[in-house]
């Protein structure tokens, strides 16, 4: 059976989007770090660039962390990055620590 480096892939279906694994994730975990760190820095990419085009259109610091889901009452770029972090640094919190 031939097995392949671990690997990422996003799948949608209607409101729903998902991230699934393929590949040998248990026998590199290296491997799989690797290529989750890639993937992060591939949708913080992106993330920026939709952030951007927001407050290019008009939206307020408090619509773009309602939109992250990370605060309601946000009223500077600041807010908005230390609410995302905090928001971040509880879920590595959950997942990493198990």
């Given at each position: 059976m031939l097995?392949?480096?671990?690997?990422?892939?996003?799948?949608?279906h209607?409101?729903?989007?998902?991230?699934?694994?393929?590949?040998r994730w248990y026998q590199d975990p290296l491997a799989g770090i690797r290529e989750?760190?890639?993937?992060?820095?591939?949708?913080?990419?992106?993330?920026?660039?939709?952030?951007?085009?927001?407050v290019a259109s008009g939206a307020s610091?408090?619509?773009?962390g309602r939109a992250l889901g990370v605060t309601d009452d946000a009223q500077t770029q600041r807010d908005v990055l230390e609410a995302l972090a905090e928001h971040r640094?509880?879920?590595?919190?959950?997942?990493?620590y198990r």
């Open positions: 097995t392949r480096a671990p690997h990422l892939r996003l799948a949608s209607g409101g729903r989007l998902r991230l699934r694994q393929r590949g989750c760190s890639r993937a992060s820095i591939a949708v913080d990419k992106a993330l920026g660039e939709a952030v951007r085009q927001g610091w408090r619509e773009i640094r509880a879920v590595w919190r959950r997942f990493w």
